[in-house]
């Protein structure tokens, strides 16, 4: 009698426990971007048409945005154990490996700083560096991994929100994954750093929306699951 009315509650309190880390996750975008916006006003020589978020992690004011940086990282990865619990399955699996990806990647990215350039901190020479620093190519590598790995998430986000009927969340959230690969292909345009920003921005908030929805699936519910 005490075995079968304990199963109820263990299974509520799963639950609530991937509910609260899909939340976590959904928080790791809107985090990022204000954290991030709200230094930009405080450091001198900050161009939002030249400089990307990765540059407030420049200078004595950068361990800042490297604390971002490596709190939305765990954020993300823990999203990913959230969805492995509710989307279920090799989709479920490969949510797991593309936000923990996410996440690595961001980490990776956060504690290595790139090297002044464009101008910025204020009286560096405009334009890119003769000669990148191990700093900078590990910064890069991180958010390359970062954003492959995203992209992989957004896909599967789309297909869970698809499979339970959400069509017109699921199709923004792959139009968004679609754009994503635009950012390194646009490196050297005059006009890269406000694609960065506008299509980083729409999948760090499309992500949170996914997650949030997919969050309100009730207890036990998979992906493709459907109510009478």
């Known amino acids: 009698m005490t075995t079968t ?25 809107p985090l990022f971007v204000l954290a991030s916006l709200a230094q930009m006003p405080f450091r001198d020589g900050f161009d939002v048409t030249k400089h990307a978020f990765s540059f407030l992690l420049i200078g004595s004011p950068g361990w800042i945005q490297s604390v971002v940086f490596v709190v939305v990282g765990v954020l993300f990865a823990a999203a990913g154990a959230g969805l492995a619990a509710v989307v279920g399955g090799r989709v479920g699996k490969v949510a797991l490996v593309s936000a923990v990806g996410v996440g690595a990647g961001k980490i990776v990215a956060g504690l290595a700083a790139p090297q002044p350039s464009y101008g910025f901190p204020a009286g560096t020479p405009d334009g890119p ?3 990148l620093t191990t700093a900078s190519m590990v910064h890069a590598v991180g958010f390359g991994v970062a954003v492959l790995c995203w992209i992989s998430l957004l896909v599967v986000l789309g297909v869970a929100l698809r499979r339970r009927g959400e069509t017109g969340t699921a199709w923004l959230v792959l139009i968004v994954a679609a754009l994503l690969p635009a950012i ?15 299509v980083t921005i729409s ?22 699951t459907r109510v009478a």
Do not use: D, H, K
Not at 5 to 29: F, K, M, Y
Not at 184 to 198: C, D, E, I, W
């Open 5 to 29: 009315s304990t199963i109820p509650v263990l299974t509520v309190q799963r639950s609530e426990r991937t509910r609260l880390l899909l939340r976590s996750g959904a928080v790791a975008g």
């Open 203 to 224: 999948a760090y908030l499309v992500t949170s929306v996914a997650l949030l929805r997919i969050a309100r699936r009730g207890p036990g519910m998979r992906a493709g």
């Open 184 to 198: 390194p292909a646009t490196s050297g345009a005059s006009f890269a750093t406000l694609l960065l920003y506008s």
């Open 129 to 131: 560096p003769a000669v």
